[in-house]
Nanobody, 116 residues
Framework: QVQLVESGGGLVQPGGSLRLSCAAS????????MGWYRQTPGKQRELVAR???????NYVDSVKGRFTISRDNAKNTVYLQMNSLKPEETAVYYC??????????WGQGTQVTVSS
């Protein structure tokens, strides 16, 4: 069973940057679609970005040009570089892994707070 461990969340001022990391266990990481969702209380979880095994990326429109998702298959890790953060992007950010024939696996979440 794949396990995901996120890190890198915290408190940042508006306009600041954070980099989230998500480390995965197992030997099939390179074949997974990896991504990040975020959720605020009372709202549905929102897909922020994802990256396929072929490194094709997708982003929600609101983060295009500011966020970058990347992966390091040698380290079984996916990253989310977040620049020019806004207060409304305060949320718990969740990493996920997906693959054909595998139930989607979720990390425990990491809190990102954008506030002055």
């Amino acid at each position: 069973q794949v396990q995901l461990v996120e890190s890198g969340g915290g408190l940042v001022q508006p306009g600041g940057s954070l980099r989230l990391s998500c480390a995965a266990s197992g030997s099939s990481f390179s074949s997974y679609v990896m991504g990040w969702y975020r959720q605020t209380p009372g709202k549905q979880r929102e897909l922020v970005a994802r990256i396929g095994s072929g490194r094709i990326t997708n982003y929600v429109d609101s983060v295009k040009g500011r966020f970058t998702i990347s992966r390091d298959n040698a380290k079984n890790t996916v990253y989310l570089q977040m620049n020019s953060l806004k207060p409304e992007e305060t949320a718990v950010y969740y990493c996920y892994a997906d693959s054909v024939g595998m139930r989607t696996v979720w990390g425990q979440g990491t809190q990102v707070t954008v506030s002055s």
